[in-house]
Structure formats: structure tokens, C-alpha cells
């Protein structure tokens, strides 16, 4: 006889029981099941919306001679018939941008990536986004759709633009944050807010190639703690300093924009301040939701921006990007201007869910092997 739900929530299984045997886990949980309900009503609503405003949905391939479009370590495979190794993709992004060029104007994909990365609370090796490009929009127009995308799906699912979520999980009863999806969503230019937060004038933004930007970030991060693992680039360090000074303040969704150059290389340079690019990052609960910019259209500065990448993966930056010269190619034949947007989609669910870990929103999470 099975027992009782009450018995169960009481002295339930294991969290490692429940998400190796997920099967007993759906027998004995009705919340889990509506965790996955819920994920289904994500996509669901994120899928119509493009649709309704004329988007199209597309397929583009998971297996890469190069992992492009986004910075991270790719998973490698190999191609017996073509003897030659795989990468299984990181992102469908330059793909998608190809999709542009050929005239498309409007295209998205809900998808599968996979970065050989870390294992934690929001991070599993195979995960599912959905990144869709906009010819003729940029990263402003991106913006508000983003704010009503998610403002009304928050509303559609839970009646309610305020959500309650549980940081430590819904067992920690007593902490509880109220997250409000309600727009327009706070705006926070990087630079700037990251100088205010530290008090304190930085290089500026047309300067963070050289060497001598690269000394006061490195210096700064010691003087405030901030670990960043070698090598210690410009773009690194000023990452995890973002990261222990804006991001800790994001609860509410809120827009970290104008991100510099030399972190966004396929991102369009910024139309009134140089050295920056036309890029956002949505932070909700302290994460990172959504990454778009206006995107980088001219060739050569493409290129350059690979060719740059390249020379940090040398230095040992196994995340950097490889130089892609079909994708270059491709631009030649002409980017009209493009905005383009990737969202994370479990995240996303485990904001809907109140699920404080990316393994309750994965019917079957990557695990350790047992012992």
C-alpha cells in the first residue's frame, strides 16, 4: 500500500531518490507534477507569443564544426563517416542570423544547448532557451517586448504580476521574497552603476583594451575579494565584479545594459558611447533570464571581434569564441539591422514554479553516478 501524501511531504524521499527515479517521484509528489504542468504553460505561452507577432519557428543544427554564439565550453562528439570531430552546440544563434540574411525576417527557435560547464542549483549541462531574431529592431525594442512577454505570462499563470518564491525551497516556509513582474522593469547602465556601487571613477569605456585597464580591474577585484580564475582579462574581471556589486541587487527584474565591447562580440557598438555595445542582460532573483543585444551587422568588425576572442582562447580561455569564417562570410551578403534575444527557459519555469534548484524543473537532472 502506498502511503499517504502526508506522509510522504512529511518524511518524503530524498532529494537524490526523487530525482534519480523520477518515476516514483510523479507517483508520490502531486506537486511535481504541477511543476512540470506549469513548464508546459512556459513554453506554451512563449511559443504563442512569437507566433502571434508573425515570428517563425525553425530548426537549425545541434551538432558544429565550430561552437559559435555564445561564450562556453562545448561538449565534443565525433563523426565516423566524416572522421573528424563535433561540437554539440552552445548556442543556435549564428544560424539563425544566416536565417536573416536569406531574408526571413522574423525567426525563433525553442531548443536544446549544451555547455560543458558546472553542475549547481541553476546550471545542468543539457538545458532548453528559446532565442529569436528581429530584423529591423533593436535592442530598446527588445527591451519592452521582453517586459511584456514576461509580464503577462507571469499574470496569465499565477493572476498576478507579483509572485511569492522561496529561496531555500518551499520547506524553508519562513523565507519567502515577493518578486514583482509588474513593467516597466528597472534599467541599470553596467558601467555606470558599477562605478557608483564602488564609488569610484573607471577607465574609460574605449580604453578597456589596453593593458593599463586590465591592472586597475585586476587590482580592484583583490582589493574587494572578487575571485576570477585565470586569465584574468579585462572582460573577465569586470564580469565578476558585476556580478558581487549589481547583480546581488537584482530581486525585481531588472535590465543590466550597455554591456562594454570587449564582453559582447557579437553584439553592435553602441550608437552614443564608444566602447560600449547595444546590449542587456535580465537579471530576476539574482540570475541571469535573458541575454540580447543589437546585433553586430558589418563583416569586419565581426572579424576582428572573432579574431580577438581567438587570442583569449590562446591565452587559456577554453570559453572564448573560435573564429567563424562561414558566419563572416554570410554577413557579407548583408545583416539588415537585427535585435536578437535568448531566454533561459528553465529558469524561467523555476521562477513559475517557486523551485529553487534547475533539477526540480528537469524530469531527469544530470547526476553523480552512484558510488
Known amino acids: 500500500m502506498l502511503p499517504s501524501q502526508h506522509e510522504v511531504e512529511t518524511h518524503g524521499m530524498t532529494k537524490d531518490v526523487r530525482y534519480r527515479q523520477r518515476y516514483l517521484d510523479l507517483i508520490m509528489n502531486n506537486r511535481v507534477k504541477r511543476t512540470f504542468k506549469i513548464r508546459n504553460e512556459v513554453i506554451d505561452f512563449v511559443r504563442k507569443f512569437l507566433r502571434e507577432r508573425d515570428f517563425i519557428e525553425v530548426e537549425t543544427p545541434m551538432m558544429n564544426m565550430i561552437p559559435g554564439g555564445a561564450t562556453a565550453k562545448p561538449f565534443e562528439t565525433f563523426h565516423n563517416d566524416l572522421n573528424?570531430?563535433?561540437?554539440?552546440?552552445i548556442a543556435p544563434e549564428l544560424y539563425l542570423k544566416m536565417l536573416i540574411v536569406g531574408g526571413m525576417d522574423r525567426v525563433f527557435e525553442i531548443g536544446k544547448q549544451f555547455?560543458?560547464?558546472?553542475?549547481?542549483l541553476t546550471h545542468n549541462p543539457e538545458?532548453?532557451?528559446c532565442e529569436?531574431?528581429?530584423?529591423?529592431?533593436?535592442?530598446?525594442?527588445?527591451?519592452?517586448?521582453?517586459?511584456?512577454?514576461?509580464?503577462?505570462?507571469?499574470?496569465a499563470i499565477h493572476g498576478s504580476h507579483k509572485i511569492q518564491y522561496h529561496p531555500n525551497g518551499p520547506e524553508d516556509k519562513d523565507n519567502v521574497i515577493e518578486i514583482d513582474f509588474s513593467p516597466p522593469f528597472r534599467r541599470i547602465p553596467m558601467m555606470k552603476g558599477l562605478s557608483e556601487a564602488l564609488n569610484?571613477?573607471?577607465?574609460?569605456?574605449?580604453?578597456?583594451?589596453?593593458?593599463?585597464?586590465?591592472?586597475?580591474?585586476?587590482?580592484?577585484?583583490?582589493?574587494?575579494?572578487?575571485?576570477?580564475?585565470?586569465?584574468?582579462?579585462?572582460?573577465?574581471l569586470i564580469d565578476k565584479?558585476?556580478?558581487?556589486?549589481?547583480?546581488?541587487?537584482?530581486?525585481?527584474?531588472?535590465?543590466?545594459?550597455?554591456?562594454?565591447?570587449?564582453?559582447?562580440?557579437?553584439?553592435?557598438?553602441?550608437?552614443?558611447?564608444?566602447?560600449l555595445s547595444e546590449r542587456f542582460e535580465l537579471f530576476i532573483n539574482y540570475h541571469e533570464i535573458v541575454n540580447a543585444y543589437t546585433e553586430l551587422n558589418?563583416?569586419?568588425?565581426?572579424?576582428?571581434?572573432?579574431?580577438?576572442?581567438?587570442?583569449?582562447?590562446?591565452?587559456?580561455?577554453?570559453?572564448?569564441?573560435a573564429i567563424d569564417?562561414?558566419?563572416?562570410?554570410?554577413?557579407?551578403?548583408?545583416?539588415?539591422?537585427?535585435?536578437?534575444w535568448g531566454i533561459g527557459i528553465d529558469r524561467l519555469t523555476m521562477l513559475m514554479t517557486d523551485s529553487n534548484s534547475i533539477k526540480e524543473v528537469l524530469l531527469f537532472p544530470a547526476m553523480k553516478p552512484n558510488e
Open 200 to 236: 569610484l571613477e573607471l577607465p574609460p569605456a574605449d580604453q578597456l583594451h589596453t593593458e593599463e585597464a586590465r591592472e586597475f580591474f585586476d587590482k580592484l577585484a583583490k582589493e574587494h575579494n572578487v575571485d576570477c580564475k585565470p586569465p584574468r582579462t579585462v572582460a573577465r
Open 84 to 89: 573528424m570531430k563535433l561540437f554539440m552546440r
Open 115 to 120: 555547455r560543458n560547464e558546472s553542475i549547481d
Open 325 to 340: 569564417a562561414n558566419f563572416v562570410n554570410a554577413l557579407e551578403y548583408g545583416l539588415p539591422p537585427t535585435g536578437g
Open 132 to 155: 529569436f531574431y528581429w530584423a529591423y529592431a533593436d535592442y530598446h525594442d527588445l527591451m519592452d517586448l521582453t517586459e511584456k512577454m514576461l509580464s503577462d505570462m507571469c499574470f
Open 127 to 129: 538545458f532548453t532557451t
Open 298 to 321: 558589418d563583416p569586419k568588425v565581426q572579424l576582428e571581434a572573432f579574431q580577438e576572442q581567438a587570442k583569449a582562447k590562446d591565452l587559456g580561455d577554453d570559453e572564448a569564441q
Open 241 to 275: 565584479l558585476v556580478g558581487s556589486f549589481l547583480e546581488v541587487n537584482c530581486k525585481n527584474p531588472t535590465f543590466i545594459i550597455d554591456t562594454p565591447q570587449i564582453m559582447s562580440p557579437l553584439a553592435k557598438w553602441h550608437r552614443s558611447e564608444p566602447g
